[in-house]
């Protein structure tokens, strides 16, 4: 597989292009998707269990802790958010264990487009923390293109580093394909910076609201072939946000993205993941469906803010042998 | 796929749950007791061959002895109303589900299998058939089989070694549901888990009699069976065993059901939800070692997504975790016994012989113990050895197909006819194909499920009777 290329990287373009038939029109999209292999709901729910079933302990345990956070978007999208709620939420993502310097730092910081600066400026440079910004109207995104376009370049202007768009549903749901191609292109453009760099693009489904586990598949396929460089599980603003299930669904379409087209792609489940139990169980469907490859925060994120907490304790105990509590971890 | 960064460190299922006696006897008429000659063998743990306990081993005499205290516990237990026998089975039940984890560690113990199999398959479906017969008790009239149906009178049963546990349950608990008594022969390389439940018998206070376990070998099973006194031949195990048991009980009066080999058919068509099929085929073959009668170990795939299938079911099989079997990670343990690793090592050979191509994953195989990797031969046609006879183990055989018509021709083209398994997203497919497929049980989208509520038997060589569900019944009852 060494001859893949990232997502985000100058050559995947060109890989794409070789499918340029494939979306070629809404009728060839259609077929395409359409001809995708369908999910057996009960089986793929049935594996999604067994993987849950894993015994992970002691050294492995450890590891998959430290890499957990090191995975995480640390994330607050709240319409109470404010400069000061940012600001704490940096220093949490840079020094998640005070009392450990040990402790790796997170992934990234999310949140909305307003508070991209402020978290720039409170990570400063050099952190190693991304700032991610959600944008395209998050979270229901109906609202016009234009504005959604808007928001993204308000957002990269500010310096985020990674965009999470949210997709069309409406659109999709209806079948217009197309539309919703066309739309995480435009958006991919948007996040090209003055100096010709660009903004990593995350692309949220809202499998809640997508349903079933084909559309999921097909959303997958779609979103990768418009661009994305990460496809992600949801907003957590619906009811069912992450599964294992339709994440692990998900890691099996990167999978054979990559087998078929060389480009790899990350994902992120976001939203109701709040333990490292948890966690762990997400880390092992990555590492048994598609291996080292993914086992990095360049490749797999979570979406979470309390699930940090609960992997500082678990992580806490761990070394010292006793649970503390939570009053021994920072509440932000 | 790489998995270098990412090792899961052992997770081994402590067995100090299991307080396992040095010696066990045979349980006649409520007592445990030495063998008539005092015969005794050595049972052991296939994955390290450490010598687990010693049993008696049961001769002619014990046979008789045990009928005749089954024969005595006869009239008063069938006379119970159905709802006293139906409390009976409810407290088992209860006991299983409470002892299941220290039943799931020996039953590991001593058969091999996997603890995730033993406690998250095994013990759960035992109870389960404990507590779905348990139901039936007092609703026999309800069934289908008149107004009274009556009782046989002594069962003899004699159950294999890849489900010691389960398969006593499929046997007992419709046994005693209908109000028969019983003598069961567990298998000779697991006859812990039966004596356990002995045990169990006892804490639920049964009476003496109703059920008697004798651990021993097949000439204790051919002399239960031969016993006069005996009115119901059950036998799960191997085709050559059955025919003996059927010329045995040829023109005496006694029912028999015989669940027998198989060489299961599990066909994938090219519309199937790959990634299922390909975890329905692991289930199919690689579940308890391939130990299964109605094991998936034919795999039929449309020659339109042969090698796209190939290729993701060679990824998944490289994802398997062969060892320890009561480390909880595993899933694949040992084979039972040297004799079945012979059988399962001679078979292969064969094919390779023959000409189809070998594959198994890399996978390192602890040096005691008995273990054979998870192998698939690719290159299978009908006329291949590994197409036509059951190998009882980790080893699948690969064939293709062009049309439905050749699907059905091929997997109807068998001595046996257990199971199969189909896998389309096309329901109208999925009814046609079950109809024409010569098989007891017909999995469509999954495999290898079970469920107490579901008959299951074969056709052809693979037996006749159905056990399970309310066909279950039939064969314990006089109608």
């Known amino acids: ?332 | 796929m790489a998995n270098n960064l990412f090792p899961y460190a052992p997770a081994p299922e402590s067995r100090a749950i299991v307080d396992l006696a040095p010696s066990y006897g045979l349980f006649i008429d409520g007592e445990f007791a030495d063998a008539a000659d005092g015969t005794v063998f050595k049972t052991v743990s296939p994955a390290t061959e450490e010598v687990l306990a010693e049993v008696a081993r049961a001769g002619e005499a014990d046979v008789d002895r045990a009928v005749r205290a089954a024969r005595r516990a006869f009239p008063g237990w069938a006379a119970l109303p159905g709802a006293e026998r139906g409390k009976y089975l409810f407290r088992i039940a209860r006991i299983l589900q409470e002892r299941a984890r220290e039943l799931a560690v020996l039953e590991t113990l001593d058969n091999g299998k996997p603890i995730r199999e033993t406690r998250d398959v095994d013990l759960p479906l035992v109870a389960a058939h404990f507590f779905y017969y348990a139901g039936w008790a007092d609703k026999l009239g309800y069934a289908g089989f008149g107004p009274a149906p009556r009782p046989l009178g002594v069962a003899g049963q004699v159950i294999p070694w890849n489900f010691p546990l389960l398969m006593l349950a499929w046997k007992i608990a419709p046994a005693l549901a209908t109000g028969n008594t019983v003598v069961l022969k567990p298998a000779e390389t697991t006859p812990l888990s039966a004596l356990f439940f002995a045990d169990v018998c006892r804490q639920a206070g049964l009476p003496r009699g109703v059920v008697n376990i004798l651990p021993g070998y097949g000439d204790a099973g051919a002399a239960l069976v031969a016993h006069e006194g005996v009115d119901k031949v059950a036998f799960t195990g191997s085709t050559e065993v059955g025919r003996a048991i059927a010329r045995s009980v040829a023109g005496t009066g006694k029912k028999v059901t015989l669940e027998l080999g198989g060489k299961a058919a599990n066909i994938v068509f090219d519309d199937a939800p790959i990634d299922q099929a390909v975890e329905g085929i692991v289930n199919g073959i690689f579940f308890n070692q391939g130990h299964v009668c109605c094991a998936g170990s034919r795999l039929l795939v449309q020659e339109s997504v042969q090698d796209e299938l190939l290729e993701s079911l060679k990824r998944r099989m490289g994802q398997l975790r062969v060892g320890d079997p009561l480390d909880k990670n595993t899933d694949i343990g040992a084979i039972n016994s040297a004799e079945q690793l012979a059988r399962i090592t001679a078979l292969a050979e064969a094919g390779e012989a023959e000409g189809a191509r070998r594959w198994s994953p890399a996978c390192e195989l602890p040096s005691a113990g008995y273990w054979f990797a998870p192998t698939l031969f690719t290159g299978v046609t009908q006329a291949h050895r590994v197409a036509r006879e059951e190998i009882f183990g980790p080893v699948l055989s690969v064939l293709t197909f062009r049309t439905p018509a050749e699907a059905v021709e091929k997997a109807n083209n068998t001595p046996y006819g257990l199971s199969a398994g189909i896998w389309t997203e096309k329901g109208s497919r999925i009814l046609s194909m079950a109809n024409k497929l010569r098989a007891g049980v017909v999995w469509a989208n999954t495999f290898n499920k079970f469920d107490p509520t579901s008959p299951f038997g074969g056709y052809k060589e693979s037996g006749y009777g159905r056990e399970g569900g309310r066909h279950g019944l039939e064969a314990y009852l006089d109608v």
């Open chain 1, 1 to 332: 597989m060494s001859s893949s290329v990232p997502a985000y990287g100058p050559d995947a373009p060109g890989r794409l292009a070789a499918l340029a038939d494939v979306t070629a029109s809404d009728a060839a999209l259609r077929r395409f998707l359409h001809g995708l292999p369908g999910v057996d709901a009960v089986g793929l729910e049935a594996r999604a269990a067994g993987l849950g079933t894993r015994s992970i302990k002691t050294t492995a345990k450890a590891y998959a802790i430290d890499l957990a956070i090191s995975m995480i978007d640390l994330t607050t999208l709240e319409g109470a958010d404010t400069f000061g709620k940012v600001r704490a939420l940096c220093a949490k993502g840079l020094r998640p264990d005070p009392t450990d310097p040990g402790t790796p730092h997170v992934a990234a910081i999310c949140v909305y487009p307003d508070m991209v600066a402020t978290a720039r400026e409170a990570l400063g440079e050099g952190s190693g923390i991304n700032v991610a910004s959600v944008a395209t109207a998050f979270p229901a995104g109906r609202t016009a293109l234009p504005v959604k376009l808007a928001d993204t370049a308000d957002a990269v202007a500010a310096g985020a580093d990674e965009i999470d768009m949210v997709i069309d549903r409406g659109a999709f749901l209806s079948g217009r394909y197309m539309e919703v191609f066309e739309e995480i292109r435009a958006v991919k453009q948007a996040c090209v910076r003055a100096d010709g760099t660009v903004a990593h693009l995350k692309v949220i489904f809202e499998n809640g609201e997508l349903a079933t586990y084909d559309n999921i598949r097909r959303c997958s396929w779609l979103a990768m072939l418009a661009g994305a460089d990460f496809i992600k599980t949801s907003t957590g603003k619906v009811a069912v946000n992450a599964t294992p299930p339709n994440t692990l669904l998900m890691l099996e379409a990167v999978r054979d993205f990559r087998d078929a087209v060389g480009v790899q792609v990350g994902v992120k489940p976001a939203g109701g993941i709040r333990t490292s139990k948890d966690a762990i169980k997400y880390l092992v469907m990555v590492n048994e469906t598609l291996g080292d490859d993914w086992l990095s925060p360049e490749w797999f994120r979570f979406g979470a803010s309390s699930l940090l907490n609960d992997l500082l304790m678990q992580r806490q105990k761990l070394s010292t042998g006793r649970y503390s509590g939570p009053d021994y971890v920072t509440v932000d």
